[in-house]
């Protein structure tokens, strides 16, 4: 599929199902490119489509299944977006936060292999009805640690706000948590003790009636 360069080939693209609940067209808004002016299309089209397939159906629809609707806070940026929203500057810090386009292929550069030649995908979301029943700071954890024992994520990394958080499919995945909610830092990644075996008593209950 090449780039789509008008209103109709956007729209046909934006139609693309991903999922049973997902579609092409849930993934294509960003803050950065709307009060900037800047397209937010894929270059590869075929591979975002592949990558996002794969984010959707292993990671977003089983979380949905689970916990209810989620919501998509922010996710593809196409590589002009994501340069911007990385090197632009407002009182001497960072606008935006974004990391580096190297860092972010396979990331939110959905159509851009990672420099080991890996497919991948992110998106940030929130979960209403989690947050809806565990409001407190530490209650992200249980989330975490839920998605970590049930879900072939990548990565993982929490935002204070309405707990949103980043998650990443990747082919070969790095099964890493962090966190900007106290506890911060990483909750765990290989090598650390919790990192193996079952964490069922720090999630145990969260899903109303188990899993749907």
């Not at 994520?153 to 890493?176: G, K, M, T």
């Not at 830092?185 to 919790?194: F, I, S, V, W």
Request: net charge neutral; aromatic share 10%.
């Amino acid at each position: 599929m090449r780039p789509p360069s008008s209103v109709q080939a956007l729209t046909k693209f934006g139609r693309v199902r991903l999922s049973k609940s997902f579609f092409m067209r849930d993934f294509l808004f960003s803050e950065i490119a709307a009060i900037h002016g800047l397209p937010n299309i894929p270059d590869d089209p075929d591979l975002a489509i592949a990558a996002g397939t794969r984010l959707c159906e292993e990671l977003l629809e089983p979380l949905q299944d689970a916990f209810g609707r989620i919501a998509v806070r922010g996710s593809y940026r196409s590589g002009e977006v994501n340069a911007l929203g990385n090197r632009l500057m407002r009182g001497g810090k960072p606008a935006y936060n974004c990391s580096t386009n190297e860092s972010s292929w396979a990331g939110h550069i959905w159509d851009k292999l990672d420099n080991r030649g890996l497919m991948g995908a992110t998106a940030c979301i929130t979960v209403p009805g989690f947050i809806d029943r565990y409001p407190h700071a530490h209650d992200w954890t249980k989330l975490a640690w839920w998605i970590h024992d049930h879900l072939p994520y990548s990565s993982l990394c929490f935002f204070p706000v309405n707990f949103a958080f980043n998650i990443r499919w990747r082919e070969v995945p790095e099964r890493r948590i962090d966190s900007f909610v106290a506890p911060r830092g990483c909750l765990t990644k290989p090598g650390m003790a919790n990192h193996d075996g079952s964490h069922e008593a720090e999630w145990r209950g969260i899903t109303e009636g188990g899993l749907r």
